[in-house]
Structures are given as structure tokens and as C-alpha cells.
């Protein structure tokens, strides 16, 4: 098939979209619900995954996206109710004026919005307008072992009546063999009674032994019972899965993201999931990740385009790094940090800059980062020839950082004022001192830490540098993440 990532994106481009996936969601704002004041979600791939730290409302989102549609007779439809309920403990998890408001595909070629709100008489409008399609809401507790059920299936497990059994679906059987890594050589669907109870049990047949649910672990059963709906439903369905790498291991985490790729191909699934897993994410395609973050006045803010090690950086709170950048020396560092920061404080965030020494140095620490997998670049001074193919840049400018950063007027002009110090004057004392020096001699003169005056001269000069030139540089270093 190819990569499927491209096989998936090429069926949602918006000349295909319709008739691969009916009238799909392409737009999403909702305001007043729990932590989304006002909370604009683009919808630019058929799995979106929503990834991001703990309180950022990922799964209020996916509530909240249950209602979009009435859902096909006879199944009940979803209603804000189901989600979001007030009571003592929660008297308002959504304001007075909350509502969300959804644009679906009304054919190839416009589109339909409609708007659930609150009414000043507490009720809710806007649910008739909803268009037909089939929902399925997989909570983190839609599947739970039989035997912490401690159902009827486990507590009279020898008196249990087998009614009838099938065979399961073989592309069911095949997809859970693949996600977990292991051969099922068969697989069946029993109906199972106990007096006036019911139920069916899935059973498989692994290494020439045969057991049900009752004895599968937590990751294999929840597997199992997530294939299993997903190929039953009908096509074009609404699919919503809660963090659906619980108890899974790292391969099968992304296998099963391969797994939702194909079945949405296949069957024209629109998925939506919550999920902290970096290896569920890299085997999805860019477009499918968004991160959820709040924002300085504590609203919540996509952020989409990520790369997986950098979604994984920012949901360790920067303590793994996505990227890990070489300088030359910590000049070098503080300048590319301000730089940075400047642009894009998030990014900065998922990066690791650490001076390494000259070039030969440069090249040979990294040679030896990236042999233990770690994504590595380098950014030579600005009087350094560059290598983009090899991963190789540098820094604005077109000599050493510290001649930059000293022939800036905005600097010069910002220690003049701050310290009384005329820096031709400074220069005019130094003679011949290595340009490295600069910053030790002054930071004397003025008595301030020379790592302390560092920062301060490279956030100031950082200030001046074009803003083109650090948007580059960043674009640049977020490319090359392997």
C-alpha cells in the first residue's frame, strides 16, 4: 500500500474528502465547557489525536465531539447530559452561555455548521440540526477485564451455557495478531447465558491453547474489543477513543496506530483519540497531531504541526528534548536560546543546546550523539560555512557571536545606559583580547557575573535581530528532527 500516513491525507484532501468520508467534521469551537473558554480545533487529517499534559481538556473534547451527530436508530443519540452533569461536587462545569459549534462537509463543495448552545432556560438547542451518523465512544472505562468485572461470566464460569459461536472476521483476527505480535490461529465469538443473563465472549486459540476474555490481560482484551467494533460499525461512523495505548506495549502502541490508519482508509472512519503516547503519534502523520496547551491567560490553545519527539518533550515539561543542537561555545548558546525564545518559547522548550567546541569537536560529538538515535544538528557561528544537507547552520550574521553581538547598536546603546560604559572606549583598553574574552573583562568592569551578563547582552541582541532570520533558523532546526 505504501506508507499509509500519505494513503490517509491523499483520501482527505478536500477534492476527495466527500466521497471518501461523507460529511465529516472539518471545524470544531467550543466555548465554556470545563477549561475551554474558547477552544478552536481545525480538523486537517481523518485521525485527529489530541496529546498534551494532564488538564488541558483532551477528553472534554472528545465528549463534547460525541454530540455532533444524532446517531443512527436505534442506538440513542449523545446529549451534553451524558458528559457533563451538576451537582454539589460540580455545580457548573459549563457557563451560562456555553455552546460548541460544528462545521461539517454538506457536500464536496460547502459546508453546514451547527450550534449546540444553552438557552437562558438551561436547556439545550441546536440538537434536531445535527446530520445522521453512526457514534462510537470508547472511554477509558468502555472495556474492562472479566474478571475485575467479577460479572456473571467469571462468578459462574462452569455453569455457563454456550449458545452459539461464529468465527471472527479474519481481518479482525489478523489486525489484533499484528498489533499485539502475536498468531492467533483462530478466533471466535461465543453467546454465552447464565439463568437470565447474557453475553458474548470473545475466545482465541494461541499456541495450541484456547482461552476467553476471562484470561486475556487488560491490553489484549481491550485490543480485541476495539477491532472487533470498529470493523462491526458501519462506515463513514464517528469513531472516539480514549487513550486507546493503555496497557498496550511501545510496538504494539504503534502498530495500533497503523492499525486505525487502515481501518479508516478502508471503511471512511472519522477517528478522534486522546492520547500521552509518543509512539502512537509518530506513526500517524503530522496533520493528525494537536496539542492541547494553555496559554498565559489560562485559555487552552491548539497547537498542530508538531513533530512526535517534540509533543513528547513538551508533555515531560521539557525534561526529554526533542533536538538536541551544538555550539561552538556559550556565547554561541546564550544567543541561539534568545533567538529562540524570541519566536517561540514552546520550541526552545523541546530543545537541548549545549556548547561542544570547534568544529572537529562539533562534528565528532555529534557523530556520537547520533549514534545512540538522538536527533542532532549543529549551528556554527555566523562566520562558519553552513552544510544543510548534513544538518549543519549557523547563527545570524557573518562573524564570531560575540563581534555580532558587541557591533550591535541596540546592545551598545543598552550598556551605555545601563552600566556608563562606551564600549569604544571599553575596546580602545583591550589591545589584542581574544574576542572569547570580551564578556569576562567586561562583566569586571561593570562587577556583575560574566554568565548573568551574558544572558542579558544576548537577549538584547537577539531583540534586534531580524525576525526573519530567527523564524529561519527555527524552521530550519524543527526540520531536522529526525
Given at each position: 500500500?505504501?506508507?499509509?500516513?500519505n494513503?490517509?491525507?491523499?483520501?482527505?484532501?478536500?477534492a476527495?474528502?466527500?466521497?471518501?468520508?461523507?460529511d465529516?467534521?472539518?471545524?470544531?469551537?467550543v466555548?465554556?465547557?470545563?477549561?475551554?473558554?474558547?477552544?478552536?480545533?481545525?480538523?486537517?487529517?481523518?485521525?485527529?489525536?489530541?496529546?498534551?499534559?494532564?488538564?488541558?481538556?483532551?477528553?472534554?473534547?472528545?465528549?463534547?465531539?460525541?454530540?455532533?451527530?444524532?446517531?443512527?436508530?436505534p442506538?440513542?443519540?449523545?446529549?451534553?447530559?451524558?458528559?457533563?452533569v451538576i451537582?454539589?461536587?460540580?455545580?457548573?462545569p459549563?457557563s451560562?452561555?456555553?455552546?460548541?459549534e460544528?462545521?461539517?462537509?454538506?457536500?464536496?463543495?460547502?459546508?453546514?455548521?451547527?450550534?449546540?448552545?444553552?438557552?437562558?432556560?438551561?436547556?439545550?438547542?441546536?440538537?434536531?440540526?445535527?446530520?445522521?451518523?453512526?457514534v462510537?465512544?470508547?472511554?477509558?472505562?468502555?472495556?474492562?477485564?472479566?474478571?475485575?468485572?467479577?460479572?456473571?461470566?467469571?462468578?459462574?464460569?462452569?455453569?455457563?451455557?454456550?449458545?452459539?459461536?461464529?468465527?471472527?472476521?479474519?481481518?479482525?483476527?489478523?489486525?489484533?495478531?499484528?498489533?499485539?505480535?502475536?498468531?492467533?490461529?483462530?478466533?471466535?465469538?461465543?453467546?454465552v447465558?447464565?439463568?437470565?443473563?447474557?453475553?458474548?465472549?470473545?475466545?482465541?486459540?494461541?499456541?495450541?491453547?484456547?482461552?476467553?476474555?476471562?484470561?486475556?490481560?487488560?491490553?489484549?482484551?481491550?485490543?480485541?474489543?476495539?477491532?472487533?467494533?470498529?470493523?462491526?460499525?458501519?462506515?463513514?461512523?464517528?469513531?472516539?477513543?480514549?487513550?486507546?495505548?493503555?496497557?498496550?506495549?511501545?510496538?504494539?502502541?504503534?502498530?495500533?496506530?497503523?492499525?486505525?490508519?487502515?481501518?479508516?482508509?478502508?471503511?471512511?472512519?472519522?477517528?478522534?483519540?486522546?492520547?500521552?503516547?509518543?509512539?502512537?503519534?509518530?506513526?500517524?502523520?503530522?496533520?493528525?497531531?494537536?496539542?492541547?496547551?494553555?496559554?498565559?491567560?489560562?485559555?487552552?490553545?491548539?497547537?498542530?504541526?508538531?513533530s512526535?519527539?517534540?509533543?513528547r518533550?513538551?508533555?515531560?515539561?521539557?525534561?526529554?528534548?526533542?533536538?538536541?543542537?551544538l555550539?561552538?561555545?556559550?556565547?554561541?548558546?546564550?544567543?541561539?536560546?534568545?533567538?529562540?525564545?524570541?519566536?517561540?518559547?514552546?520550541?526552545?522548550?523541546?530543545?537541548g543546546?549545549?556548547?561542544?567546541?570547534?568544529?572537529?569537536?562539533?562534528?565528532?560529538?555529534?557523530q556520537?550523539?547520533?549514534?545512540t538515535?538522538?536527533?542532532?544538528?549543529i549551528?556554527?557561528d555566523?562566520?562558519?560555512?553552513?552544510a544543510?544537507?548534513?544538518?549543519?547552520?549557523?547563527?545570524?550574521?557573518?562573524?564570531?557571536?560575540?563581534?555580532?553581538?558587541?557591533?550591535?547598536?541596540?546592545?551598545?546603546a543598552?550598556?551605555?545606559?545601563?552600566?556608563?560604559v562606551?564600549l569604544?572606549?571599553?575596546?580602545?583598553?583591550?589591545?589584542?583580547?581574544?574576542?572569547?574574552?570580551?564578556?569576562?573583562?567586561?562583566?569586571?568592569?561593570?562587577?556583575?557575573?560574566?554568565?548573568?551578563?551574558?544572558?542579558?547582552l544576548?537577549?538584547?541582541?537577539?531583540s534586534?535581530?531580524?525576525?526573519?532570520?530567527?523564524?529561519?533558523?527555527?524552521?530550519?532546526?524543527?526540520?531536522?528532527?529526525?
Amino acid at each position: 500500500m505504501g506508507d499509509r500516513r500519505n494513503t490517509l491525507q491523499a483520501k482527505f484532501a478536500p477534492a476527495h474528502r466527500y466521497a471518501n468520508f461523507g460529511d465529516v467534521l472539518v471545524r470544531m469551537r467550543v466555548r465554556g465547557f470545563r477549561c475551554h473558554a474558547n477552544t478552536m480545533v481545525e480538523i486537517q487529517s481523518p485521525i485527529t489525536a489530541f496529546c498534551g499534559m494532564n488538564g488541558t481538556g483532551k477528553s472534554t473534547l472528545l465528549q463534547v465531539l460525541a454530540i455532533a451527530y444524532k446517531r443512527l436508530a436505534p442506538a440513542r443519540p449523545y446529549y451534553v447530559k451524558d458528559f457533563l452533569v451538576i451537582g454539589p461536587l460540580d455545580p457548573a462545569p459549563f457557563s451560562d452561555v456555553a455552546e460548541v459549534e460544528f462545521t461539517y462537509l454538506k457536500n464536496p463543495t460547502d459546508h453546514k455548521t451547527v450550534t449546540i448552545s444553552r438557552r437562558p432556560t438551561q436547556r439545550w438547542s441546536g440538537y434536531v440540526r445535527r446530520p445522521d451518523r453512526e457514534v462510537y465512544f470508547a472511554g477509558v472505562g468502555h472495556y474492562l477485564p472479566r474478571i475485575e468485572q467479577r460479572d456473571f461470566v467469571v462468578r459462574h464460569a462452569k455453569n455457563l451455557q454456550i449458545t452459539a459461536q461464529h468465527d471472527i472476521p479474519q481481518v479482525v483476527r489478523e489486525a489484533a495478531s499484528t498489533i499485539l505480535a502475536c498468531q492467533y490461529s483462530a478466533a471466535t465469538s461465543k453467546a454465552v447465558t447464565y439463568s437470565r443473563y447474557n453475553s458474548e465472549i470473545v475466545c482465541v486459540r494461541r499456541g495450541g491453547v484456547e482461552y476467553s476474555e476471562a484470561h486475556m490481560g487488560f491490553g489484549e482484551g481491550r485490543t480485541q474489543s476495539l477491532v472487533v467494533a470498529l470493523e462491526r460499525i458501519p462506515e463513514k461512523s464517528l469513531v472516539l477513543v480514549e487513550e486507546p495505548e493503555t496497557s498496550l506495549h511501545p510496538s504494539a502502541q504503534h502498530s495500533l496506530a497503523r492499525y486505525l490508519m487502515d481501518v479508516s482508509i478502508r471503511r471512511g472512519h472519522q477517528i478522534f483519540l486522546t492520547t500521552h503516547s509518543e509512539y502512537l503519534l509518530k506513526a500517524l502523520p503530522g496533520p493528525s497531531r494537536l496539542y492541547l496547551k494553555r496559554d498565559s491567560t489560562d485559555s487552552i490553545r491548539c497547537r498542530a504541526g508538531l513533530s512526535a519527539a517534540e509533543a513528547r518533550s513538551l508533555m515531560t515539561d521539557g525534561a526529554t528534548k526533542a533536538l538536541t543542537v551544538l555550539v561552538e561555545d556559550e556565547c554561541a548558546q546564550a544567543i541561539l536560546r534568545e533567538l529562540l525564545r524570541r519566536v517561540e518559547p514552546g520550541f526552545l522548550k523541546t530543545t537541548g543546546i549545549y556548547a561542544a567546541g570547534d568544529a572537529k569537536s562539533l562534528a565528532r560529538t555529534a557523530q556520537v550523539l547520533r549514534d545512540t538515535g538522538l536527533s542532532v544538528t549543529i549551528v556554527r557561528d555566523g562566520d562558519q560555512p553552513e552544510a544543510p544537507a548534513n544538518s549543519i547552520f549557523k547563527l545570524p550574521g557573518k562573524e564570531a557571536p560575540e563581534k555580532e553581538m558587541f557591533n550591535d547598536a541596540g546592545v551598545r546603546a543598552h550598556v551605555e545606559t545601563r552600566y556608563g560604559v562606551h564600549l569604544d572606549d571599553f575596546f580602545a583598553g583591550l589591545g589584542n583580547v581574544n574576542h572569547h574574552d570580551w564578556i569576562p573583562r567586561l562583566a569586571i568592569q561593570v562587577n556583575v557575573d560574566a554568565r548573568a551578563l551574558l544572558v542579558e547582552l544576548a537577549r538584547t541582541y537577539a531583540s534586534n535581530v531580524p525576525e526573519n532570520d530567527a523564524v529561519n533558523l527555527r524552521d530550519v532546526l524543527r526540520q531536522s528532527i529526525r
